[in-house]
């Protein structure tokens, strides 16, 4: 495939820190952390903005509820949040904390962006409400709960609320964000989650409540005491706070419009609805690319603390390791879909994948270069065919397949293309059973070594934004210089006679990917 080395921006949602995070959150950030490594790898100059949405009712009522300022509670929530992305190996270049002072900012010049265009106007608010959503519903999309509370199409529980609001012309906006959907039928994908979004759209937007009177928890609205901003506005600047807009000399200027916002299914109408409309009203760029991916169930079903089947992701990094489970995740998960997880499957896609397929393949090609070779690299053999169609197949895998499908975030379809061939590098060793060649045929024996060392590069190279350290970990066995762990560095025909005469050796090979076992009391599903 042909290099793009365009800026890259990617984005995460930003997290509501009322809660630790959980694996949904892991979940988002490891995939939005390899897209990221994927596109650094590809020679482009990428940006990744995270961050926590501190702001709104739900923080304030619960630091009311603990008797502390909200603030505190907003350090301590975003803490963990902070503390989750660093066990994950989540390379992100911005941590955006929507109570910093420059978001606020921000916030507040696409504030005044919006009101210059028109778009804003003051007026009273009465509609239902729900806090846990931070969002307002219309009547039609409610429904009856117990007691005859009434939900949200979240499930979650609404109250009718009456205060003095700004609103947001988003009716205004109808047929201009109908066009950009079909003209750009890549904005919203999945294409389900598209085809939600149009059918909401048409269905008629009503003007948007965007300032809030009854608590001071947020970002003042410019000119008007009393109100702060509606937590969406807010959230979703966060987007370009995080570059520094407004300072057009900021990353801002060159990473902005974003590429790609990941967010979960359940907050696409916010991101593309809401957004692109806040954005065309203050006259900015859209973002490329909406993508709403699924949610992961534990065991089939959705987490729930009543269920007591909610689990915690630092807890499965302490236990699984963190590489294999982000292989696990983006392997096993159709990514745009929802799907299903548990500690026995982890186990089986990494011992089998990982451990005995990749790593063993590692492991015993770098232990014969180490045993029969002493160690040392060689350009003096005659490849036969089978070693080249093998390493052509691979450099095509790496090079082309694989990126070709994680381009489109079809993470899972390009990782079953490198575990093809990592299963082809093994057949490979079995047919060419070295270890009988070092009697037979040393010459032979030592071309297909040196075969088996450029392919495990190859297929670490290629696995290396999905599991960073492991990767890494291997290819420092292997006396690979840390800038040519790269997809340029696939294209360099040169690099193993250069690696071979510095003199390097292969030493006793270290396991990168330990065997796991099933904890004590998980049965199999």
């Given at each position: 495939?042909?290099?793009?080395?365009?800026?890259?921006?990617?984005?995460?949602?930003?997290?509501?820190?009322?809660?630790?995070?959980?694996?949904?959150?892991?979940?988002?950030?490891?995939?939005?952390?390899?897209?990221?490594?994927?596109?650094?790898?590809?020679?482009?100059?990428?940006?990744?903005?995270?961050?926590?949405?501190?702001?709104?009712?739900?923080?304030?009522?619960?630091?009311?509820?603990?008797?502390?300022?909200?603030?505190?509670?907003?350090?301590?929530?975003?803490?963990?949040?902070?503390?989750?992305?660093?066990?994950?190996?989540?390379?992100?270049?911005?941590?955006?904390?929507?109570?910093?002072?420059?978001?606020?900012?921000?916030?507040?010049?696409?504030?005044?962006?919006?009101?210059?265009?028109?778009?804003?106007?003051?007026?009273?608010?009465?509609?239902?409400?729900?806090?846990?959503?931070?969002?307002?519903?219309?009547?039609?999309?409610?429904?009856?709960?117990?007691?005859?509370?009434?939900?949200?199409?979240?499930?979650?529980?609404?109250?009718?609320?009456?205060?003095?609001?700004?609103?947001?012309?988003?009716?205004?906006?109808?047929?201009?964000?109908?066009?950009?959907?079909?003209?750009?039928?890549?904005?919203?994908?999945?294409?389900?989650?598209?085809?939600?979004?149009?059918?909401?759209?048409?269905?008629?937007?009503?003007?948007?409540?965007?300032?809030?009177?009854?608590?001071?928890?947020?970002?003042?609205?410019?000119?008007?005491?009393?109100?702060?901003?509606?937590?969406?506005?807010?959230?979703?600047?966060?987007?370009?706070?995080?570059?520094?807009?407004?300072?057009?000399?900021?990353?801002?200027?060159?990473?902005?419009?974003?590429?790609?916002?990941?967010?979960?299914?359940?907050?696409?109408?916010?991101?593309?609805?809401?957004?692109?409309?806040?954005?065309?009203s203050a006259n900015l760029p859209?973002?490329?690319?909406?993508?709403?991916?699924?949610?992961?169930?534990?065991?089939?079903?959705?987490?729930?603390?009543?269920?007591?089947?909610?689990?915690?992701?630092?807890a499965l990094a302490d236990q699984?390791?963190?590489?294999?489970?982000?292989?696990?995740?983006?392997?096993?998960?159709?990514?745009?879909?929802?799907?299903?997880?548990?500690?026995?499957?982890?186990?089986?896609?990494?011992?089998?994948?990982?451990?005995?397929?990749?790593?063993?393949?590692?492991?015993?090609?770098?232990?014969?270069?180490?045993?029969?070779?002493?160690?040392?690299?060689?350009?003096?053999?005659?490849?036969?065919?089978?070693?080249?169609?093998?390493?052509?197949?691979?450099?095509?895998?790496?090079?082309?397949?694989?990126?070709?499908?994680?381009?489109?975030?079809?993470?899972?379809?390009?990782?079953?293309?490198?575990?093809?061939?990592?299963?082809?590098?093994?057949?490979?060793?079995?047919?060419?059973?070295?270890?009988?060649?070092?009697?037979?045929?040393?010459?032979?024996?030592?071309?297909?070594?040196?075969?088996?060392?450029?392919?495990v590069r190859t297929l670490a190279?290629?696995?290396?934004?999905?599991?960073?350290?492991?990767?890494?970990?291997?290819?420092?066995?292997?006396?690979?210089?840390?800038?040519?762990?790269?997809?340029?560095?696939?294209?360099?025909?040169?690099?193993?006679?250069?690696?071979?005469?510095?003199?390097?050796?292969?030493?006793?090979?270290?396991?990168?990917?330990?065997?796991?076992?099933?904890?004590?009391?998980?049965?199999?599903?």
């Amino acid at each position: 495939m042909s290099e793009n080395t365009e800026p890259f921006y990617i984005t995460t949602a930003i997290s509501y820190p009322n809660g630790r995070p959980h694996i949904g959150h892991a979940y988002e950030a490891i995939a939005t952390d390899v897209m990221a490594r994927f596109q650094r790898a590809r020679g482009r100059d990428v940006r990744l903005i995270t961050g926590t949405d501190e702001h709104g009712l739900k923080m304030f009522q619960t630091a009311r509820d603990q008797g502390r300022a909200t603030i505190d509670l907003a350090d301590e929530m975003s803490g963990y949040f902070r503390e989750m992305y660093a066990r994950l190996n989540i390379s992100y270049d911005n941590f955006m904390r929507t109570s910093d002072a420059t978001h606020h900012a921000a916030s507040q010049a696409i504030w005044r962006a919006m009101e210059a265009n028109g778009d804003l106007y003051l007026d009273r608010y009465e509609g239902w409400y729900s806090v846990r959503d931070e969002a307002f519903y219309d009547e039609s999309e409610l429904t009856d709960g117990e007691g005859g509370i009434r939900l949200s199409p979240q499930g979650t529980p609404v109250e009718w609320t009456v205060e003095e609001s700004w609103f947001f012309r988003l009716s205004r906006y109808q047929d201009k964000l109908l066009a950009l959907y079909n003209d750009n039928p890549d904005f919203i994908r999945p294409e389900t989650r598209r085809n939600e979004v149009m059918r909401f759209v048409e269905g008629g937007l009503k003007d948007l409540s965007v300032s809030r009177t009854s608590f001071d928890w947020g970002v003042p609205v410019p000119g008007s005491p009393g109100h702060v901003m509606y937590v969406w506005v807010d959230a979703l600047t966060t987007y370009l706070s995080g570059l520094g807009y407004p300072d057009p000399d900021s990353d801002f200027g060159t990473f902005w419009p974003a590429n790609i916002h990941m967010i979960g299914k359940d907050i696409v109408r916010f991101h593309a609805v809401y957004w692109p409309a806040f954005l065309m009203s203050a006259n900015l760029p859209l973002p490329k690319q909406v993508f709403g991916h699924g949610f992961l169930l534990n065991r089939g079903e959705k987490m729930s603390k009543s269920l007591g089947n909610v689990v915690d992701p630092m807890a499965l990094a302490d236990q699984f390791g963190v590489d294999a489970l982000r292989y696990y995740l983006l392997r096993e998960v159709s990514f745009g879909q929802d799907g299903t997880y548990s500690a026995d499957a982890i186990v089986r896609t990494a011992n089998a994948d990982l451990a005995n397929s990749f790593g063993n393949l590692a492991q015993r090609s770098l232990s014969m270069i180490f045993k029969n070779l002493h160690g040392k690299l060689s350009v003096d053999y005659s490849p036969a065919n089978d070693d080249i169609d093998l390493l052509a197949d691979l450099t095509d895998m790496a090079a082309a397949r694989l990126p070709r499908e994680f381009e489109q975030l079809a993470f899972s379809v390009g990782i079953e293309d490198w575990i093809r061939a990592v299963f082809a590098c093994n057949q490979y060793v079995d047919t060419q059973a070295p270890w009988a060649l070092r009697k037979t045929d040393p010459e032979r024996m030592r071309a297909v070594l040196m075969t088996l060392f450029r392919a495990v590069r190859t297929l670490a190279i290629a696995i290396r934004p999905v599991v960073p350290a492991a990767a890494d970990n291997l290819l420092d066995q292997m006396g690979i210089a840390e800038d040519a762990r790269n997809s340029a560095a696939l294209a360099d025909n040169d690099w193993f006679a250069k690696l071979s005469a510095s003199g390097f050796t292969v030493g006793q090979p270290v396991a990168i990917f330990p065997r796991l076992e099933l904890p004590e009391g998980e049965g199999e599903v």
